[in-house]
C-alpha cells in the first residue's frame, strides 16, 4: 500500500455555545456530516454506527456532536482547511479533533485563528508528524 493510500482515524466533538439545544446539535452534526460526504472520505460513523441521513432519532442525544472518520492521508490536508473554514462559519462554533495513526495520538481544536499560510504551516506540521517511520526514510 503506497504512502498516499495509509488511512488515518479522527474522531470529531462539535462544541457550541451552551445554550444549544440537543434538536440544534443534531441538526448541525447532520449539516457537518453533509457537507464531509463531499469530502474524499473513506468512513463516516456515529458512536451507534455507521450514519444514516434519514431518521437518527435512535442516537442517543449526549453523542450527537461525535464523529469518527476515517481518512486517506493525502486527503487530511483538505480535511483539515475545511474543519477550519466550518468551525470560523458562527461564533462559538468549535470541533476538537483527535487524530491517530500507528500510535500516536495528536489533539487539536478548531477553530484556530491562523493566517492562510499558518494554516498550511500548520497542517503540514501535521502530517509530517503522522508519517511512518517507513516513510520518512
Known sequence: MSSTQETIDMTLQIGVGEDLDTDDLNLLTRALISELEDLPLEAISTPSGSVSQSGGKGLDPVTWGALGIIVIQAALP????????????????????????????????????????ELKRHIQ???DALKTEEEKH
Open 125 to 127: 506540521m501535521l502530517t
Open 78 to 117: 483538505k480535511l483539515l482547511e475545511f474543519l477550519q473554514a466550518w468551525s470560523l462559519r458562527e461564533q462559538g462554533r468549535v470541533i476538537k479533533t483527535k487524530i491517530q495513526r500507528d500510535g500516536l495520538s495528536i489533539d487539536v481544536e478548531y477553530p484556530l485563528t491562523l493566517s492562510s499560510e
